[in-house]
């Protein structure tokens, strides 16, 4: 009889579910994860020894790169577009202001075209963004 209760209590526990389970879960957030790449320019900022720092948390962000291209909250945009892009951009609750990041090598007509689509599109306030010396 004791032989037979030893038997018994010596129960070893079955992990095979349990791995199962955890290389599911593993495979589920690997599938419905989302690896987002941010879209970068590299923006050589031009320098000024005057100005201060602006404290605005709702903005909208517009960056001109050398070649002109347009980049409003990290998305492509064609000047033509710019103006109904800030539109569709400033319906968002608060969101008034446009700072605008070109590189100092960019083409004085475009950001001038870009200051002209946000001053039509309702911006209140326009910052063009420089580093310090």
């Known amino acids: 009889m004791d032989s037979e209760r030893r038997r018994r209590t010596g129960a070893i526990l079955n992990l095979t579910p349990l791995i199962d389970i955890v290389f599911l879960l593993l495979v589920f957030f690997m599938l419905t994860s989302h690896f987002i790449e941010d879209q ?32 409003v909250n990290g998305r492509s945009v064609q000047l ?39 001053r039509s599109a309702g911006a209140e306030s326009l910052d063009i963004l420089t580093r310090q010396p």
Do not use: Y
């Not at 590299?42 to 980049?71: C, K, T, W, Y």
């Not at 569709?88 to 090598?105: K, M, N, S, T, Y």
């Open 40 to 71: 970068a320019i590299d923006i050589n900022l031009p320098q000024a020894r005057s100005g201060s720092e602006a404290h605005m948390d709702e903005f909208v962000e517009v960056i001109v790169d050398p070649q002109g291209e347009l980049l």
């Open 80 to 118: 033509e577009r710019l103006e109904e892009t800030l539109k569709g951009a400033f319906h968002a609750p608060g969101v008034r202001f446009v700072r605008l990041r070109g590189d100092h090598e960019a083409r004085l007509g475009v950001v001038i075209s870009v200051i002209d689509a946000a």
